[in-house]
C-alpha cells in the first residue's frame, strides 16, 4: 500500500463514522476512491479541475458545520490555490483539510509546473495553519484521524516515496529518536530514509518531525545536543525551518546547516531519486555535511 | 417611508465615511435598496440568532460595499447604530471590508474579490447537504464578474443544482472602462442559470425578484444599479469610488438626502 492508497482507506473509514466528512475531489483519485462515491453520495464530490473556487466552496461547507478535505495535486491545491486558503480558512478562522500529492518532485517527469517544494514554507505564513508530513502509510493515518476534526486548516503533504519503518508519530509533537552529543540532525517526514543511515557511528541527536505547523520547539530546545550544531534535513525548499529552529533553541545560539531543495527550478525530468542524487538529498551528502558540521 | 429611511442611513454611511476618512460610499449607495429589501422583506432571519445555520443566510462578496450592509444590519437590529461611531477605528468592528468574526449577522469576510460568491456556493451545497430548508443569497459586483472564481462558482451551482441559491449582480458599470461584460443575462443563461434583470432601485421590482421562484436552478438577478445613487456629485463618477466627503462635502451630501 502506497500513501495515496491509505488515505483512501483512512478517509473511507471516517466518511463511513462521521457524517460531517465531505470530500472534494480535483478530478484526481476518482478511481481510487470509487468505493467512496457509490457509498456516500451526496459527501462525495468530483469536483473538477478548478481549484480556487473548490478551496472556497470547501470553506462555505465548513460555514454549515461541515468537515471538508480537497484532493488535488500540490501546485495546484497550494500555489493556485493560496490566497483562499489564507483568506477564506485562515482569516476566517475555519477547520478544513487540504490534502495533496506530487510533494516537491515526485512528479519529476512531468517536469517544473508539476514541482511544489514551496508548499511548506508558504503555508507557514498563513497564521494557525496546521501542516502535517507523514513519512510512511501508517503515520499517515495516525495523523489525519488525530487532526482532521480538530477544526483548524491542516495540509496534509503525501509522498510518493516513504520511510521504511513507521515511528510512534503524534499530531503536533516530534519524536527524539537518538539522543547524541555532538549535533543534532532534524529529519522532516519522507526523508528520515537518508538520514538514518547516515548517521552511523556518530554521537549525535535525531529528532524526527511529521507535523511543522504548529512546531514542537520544546521537544527540540529539550533535547538539543550540547555542541549546538544543528543539521536540517527537509524534503521542501532547503532551510524552510531554520527560523523555527532558531527560535526553539534560544536563548542559546545555534549554527545552523540544512539539506534540502534548492531555490531553482529543477528542469530536468526523470525519476525524483534522479533529482535526491543531483540536489544532494542523499546518505552519502549527508554524511558529510554532518561530518563537517561536526569537525569544523 | 422606504425612501426616508434610505435617505437616512445614506445620511450615516456619508457620516461614517468622514469621520473615519474610509469607505467606498458610491458603492454602498449602488446596492442599498438591494440589501434593505433582501433583509427587510425577503430573507428569514433572527438578529438574536445570528449564528444559526438554518436560517437564510447573505455573503456580500463585494466587500468593499461594507457600509450598506452595516446600516442594514444595524437597522434590523443586529447590532446597535451606535458601532459607526467606530467605523474605520483601531478597535472598531466595522471596517472598510467586513470581519465575520467581529460584527453579528456578516456571514464572511470579504474583500478580495471574487471569495464571496465561491463560499456561498459552497454554503449552498452544504445547506443541500444537511438538509436545511434556507435559502443562500449572495451580492456580487459587474467588476468582480472579471474574475475566474465567478465564472467558476457559476458553473458549479448549475452543476449541483443548487435552487436554494440567488446572485445578486450589483451591475453599475463601474468598471466598463477596463473590461465589458457584454451581455450579462445571456452569459448567466448560457451557464444554466435562471436569469433576472431589474432596476436596481425599484424596491418592488427588487423584491418580486428575489422572491421569484426558482425550483430547479440557481437565480441570478441582474440589477441596473447606479453608483452613488442618490447623490449627484457622487453617481457614476470614478473619482469617487475610495474617497469619503470632507466636511464641507458631507453638508452638501446630507442637504442633498434630507
Known amino acids: ?296 | 417611508m422606504s425612501d426616508a429611511l434610505i435617505k437616512k442611513m445614506k445620511r450615516q454611511i456619508a457620516r461614517a465615511s468622514q469621520a473615519a476618512n474610509e469607505g467606498h460610499v458610491p458603492s454602498a449607495y449602488s446596492v442599498l435598496d438591494l440589501l434593505w429589501v433582501l433583509y427587510d422583506r425577503v430573507m428569514k432571519i433572527d438578529p438574536k440568532r445570528p449564528d444559526d445555520l438554518m436560517m437564510d443566510r447573505f455573503v456580500l462578496s463585494k466587500g468593499h460595499a461594507s457600509l450598506a450592509l452595516y446600516a442594514v444590519l444595524a437597522e434590523k437590529g443586529f447590532f446597535p447604530i451606535e458601532e459607526f461611531n467606530t467605523f474605520g477605528k483601531y478597535n472598531g468592528k466595522l471596517g472598510g471590508h467586513p470581519d465575520c468574526s467581529k460584527i453579528p449577522g456578516v456571514e464572511a469576510s470579504t474583500g478580495s474579490l471574487g471569495h464571496g460568491f465561491p463560499i456561498a456556493v459552497g454554503i449552498a451545497l452544504g445547506s443541500k447537504i444537511r438538509k436545511f430548508k434556507n435559502r443562500i443569497f449572495c451580492l456580487i459586483g459587474d467588476g468582480e464578474c472579471n474574475e475566474g472564481t465567478v465564472w467558476e462558482s457559476a458553473l458549479l451551482a448549475v452543476h449541483h443544482q443548487l435552487s436554494n441559491l440567488c446572485c445578486i449582480v450589483d451591475f453599475n458599470h463601474s468598471t466598463d472602462r477596463a473590461l465589458q461584460l457584454g451581455d450579462l443575462a445571456q452569459k448567466f443563461k448560457s451557464f444554466g442559470w435562471d436569469v433576472l434583470t431589474i432596476p436596481g432601485h425599484d424596491q418592488e421590482k427588487i423584491y418580486r425578484a428575489l422572491t421569484a421562484l426558482h425550483p430547479d436552478k440557481p437565480l441570478v438577478v441582474i440589477a441596473d444599479t447606479i453608483k452613488g445613487c442618490g447623490v449627484k456629485c457622487m453617481e457614476n463618477e470614478p473619482a469617487w469610488h475610495h474617497r469619503a466627503p470632507n466636511e464641507q462635502e458631507l453638508k452638501n451630501i446630507l442637504e442633498e438626502l434630507s
Open chain 1, 1 to 296: 500500500m502506497n500513501m495515496r492508497q491509505q488515505f483512501v482507506k483512512t478517509v473511507e473509514s471516517q466518511l463511513a463514522l462521521n457524517d460531517k466528512l465531505v470530500l472534494l475531489l480535483g478530478d484526481i483519485g476518482v478511481f481510487g476512491f470509487r468505493n467512496a462515491f457509490k457509498q456516500f453520495p451526496d459527501r462525495v464530490f468530483n469536483i473538477g479541475i478548478l481549484e480556487q473556487a473548490t478551496v472556497s466552496l470547501a470553506a462555505g461547507l465548513a460555514k454549515t458545520g461541515l468537515i471538508p478535505i480537497v484532493h488535488t495535486i500540490a501546485p495546484f491545491l497550494i500555489e493556485r490555490s493560496l490566497e483562499q486558503i489564507k483568506i477564506d480558512f485562515g482569516y476566517q478562522h475555519l477547520g478544513g483539510n487540504f490534502v495533496s500529492v506530487g510533494a516537491s518532485y515526485d512528479y519529476a517527469a512531468l517536469g517544473c509546473t508539476h514541482h511544489c517544494p514551496a508548499d511548506a514554507g508558504l503555508l507557514q505564513n498563513i497564521p494557525g495553519m496546521e501542516i502535517a508530513l507523514p513519512g510512511t502509510c501508517a503515520e499517515f493515518d495516525t495523523l489525519f484521524q488525530e487532526s482532521y476534526g480538530n477544526g483548524q486548516a491542516t495540509y496534509y503533504r503525501l509522498s510518493e516515496r516513504e520511510n521504511s519503518s513507521s515511528q510512534p508519530v503524534k499530531f503536533g509533537q516530534a519524536a527524539i529518536l537518538k539522543k547524541g552529543a555532538l549535533a543534532t540532525v532534524i529529519a522532516v517526514g519522507p526523508v528520515l530514509d537518508h538520514v538514518l543511515p547516515a548517521i552511523g557511528g556518530l554521537d549525535v541527536s535525531v529528532i524526527y518531525y511529521t507535523t511543522i505547523a504548529p512546531f514542537d520547539g520544546q521537544t527540540l530546545r529539550e533535547n538539543l545536543a550540547p555542541s549546538g550544531k544543528v543539521l536540517l534535513i527537509e524534503p521542501f525548499y532547503s532551510g524552510t525551518l531554520a527560523w523555527e529552529v532558531c527560535q526553539a533553541a534560544r536563548p542559546k545560539l545555534i549554527t545552523i546547516d540544512s539539506v534540502g531543495v534548492p531555490r531553482e527550478f529543477l528542469n530536468h525530468y526523470g525519476q525524483a531519486h534522479e533529482h535526491d542524487e543531483a540536489i544532494g538529498l542523499t546518505s552519502k551528502n549527508i554524511r558529510g555535511r554532518l561530518e563537517v558540521l561536526i569537525n569544523g
